[in-house]
């Protein structure tokens, strides 16, 4: 079964360095996302990306945030110069088209931890 | 907008008991719903979902959930709950395919 990869699996940076979060969404999605889940709290929309354009924004993803999709297969999460409390886990997601939009794939998570 | 409610945030249970975890939900039409499962330090592992149709839905794991439009929720249950069920769930809602909205969480404990 096709799935969504990740990777690094974790990544430790030290604050204000800048940090590439890499995905790999099923092949023939169309939608694209990122979620964060800082340790011990729920899972946190981040953005959505569609048309290789954001579509949509949470108040967490400021000017410090970026998405890129640089080929056919990846999608990346850029923080400029990261904060103490960026450390968490970084969820990719992708979805298909029609009713299949609707029903998004998760990768297995990018822990982030900032020093 | 939308909005997911769990209004336990921690639940023991004995092995071999039944389970029901809380979810309540806020969307102006029908949404779609799902539960996740998280081990600790893990990713998200869909259980089940529901888009339309049955409201009685079967997931993995032995896992079922039913819709209820008028209570506007989507509880999770289980008839019998192994050790190896201990981890956090969460219920989700997608109004759209912008965005999933996960709830707070439910953290599960089973006891010999």
């Known amino acids: 079964e096709p799935e969504v990869t990740q990777t690094p699996s974790h990544q430790v940076t030290q604050m204000g360095q800048e940090v590439i979060l890499r995905c790999v969404p099923i092949s023939n999605h169309l939608y694209f996302y990122w979620y964060r889940q800082i340790l011990g709290q729920k899972v946190e929309f981040l953005v959505s990306f569609y048309n290789n354009e954001i579509s949509e924004k949470s108040e967490i993803f400021d000017d410090q945030f970026s998405v890129e999709r640089p080929d056919g297969s990846n999608f990346t999460l850029k923080i400029r110069s990261t904060k103490l409390e960026d450390s968490a886990m970084y969820f990719c997601?992708?979805?298909?088209?029609?009713?299949?939009?609707?029903?998004?794939?998760f990768g297995p998570g990018t822990r982030l931890t900032v020093t | 907008a939308q909005s997911v409610t769990q209004p336990d945030i921690h639940i023991t249970v004995s092995e071999g008991a039944s389970l029901e975890l809380r979810c309540n939900y806020s969307y102006g039409a029908t949404p779609y719903l799902f539960w996740y499962v998280q081990s600790p330090g893990q990713g998200l592992q869909l259980l089940l979902k529901?888009?339309?149709?049955?409201?009685l839905v079967q997931g993995i794991k032995g896992f079922e959930a039913e819709f209820k439009r008028s209570q506007s929720s989507f509880n999770l249950r289980k008839p019998s709950v192994h050790w190896s069920d201990a981890a956090e769930y969460f219920c989700?809602?997608?109004?759209?395919?912008?965005?999933?909205?996960f709830g707070t969480g439910t953290k599960l404990q089973v006891i010999p």
């Open positions: 529901y888009f339309s149709g049955d409201t």
């Open positions: 989700a809602v997608n109004g759209g395919y912008q965005k999933v909205t």
């Open positions: 997601a992708s979805s298909g088209r029609g009713q299949g939009a609707n029903e998004q794939y």
